[in-house]
Nanobody, 124 residues
Framework: QVQLVESGGGVVQAGGSLRLSCAAS????????MAWFRQGPGKEREFVAA????????GYADSVKGRFTISRDNAKSTVYLQMNSLKPEDTAVYYC?????????????????WGQGTQVTVSS
């Protein structure tokens, strides 16, 4: 079992920044690929960013590329999402996912564990 706890969400004005954190426990963190997904009001859960076990490889949705950065600290068993130049359309509940794989996926069905989510609201 893997437990994931997200933090760092909140309300921010357009153009602002937030950093989300996801702390993992229960399994060797460096054996997991990690990702962030989001679900906006009335929308399906969508891929945001992912990172492989070492942090050497990352992937982003086109909508966030150049604005968001995913990173991980294996010593702290934590993955981060730095979000800059936020837009109102980034408003969503952000979920952290963990896959029992060293290599990341863009499909939420490939992730085995999920956090409870953290709300991000961007006002215009």
């Amino acid at each position: 079992q893997v437990q994931l706890v997200e933090s760092g969400g909140g309300v921010v004005q357009a153009g602002g920044s937030l950093r989300l954190s996801c702390a993992a426990s229960g399994r060797t963190f460096s054996s997991l690929a990690m990702a962030w997904f989001r679900q906006g009001p009335g929308k399906e859960r969508e891929f945001v960013a992912a990172i492989n076990w070492s942090g050497a490889n990352t992937g982003y949705a086109d909508s966030v590329k150049g604005r968001f950065t995913i990173s991980r600290d294996n010593a702290k068993s934590t993955v981060y999402l730095q979000m800059n130049s936020l837009k109102p359309e980034d408003t969503a509940v952000y979920y952290c996912g963990a896959a029992l794989s060293r290599y990341y996926y863009r499909d939420s069905a490939e992730y085995d564990y999920w956090g409870q989510g953290t709300q991000v609201t961007v006002s215009s």
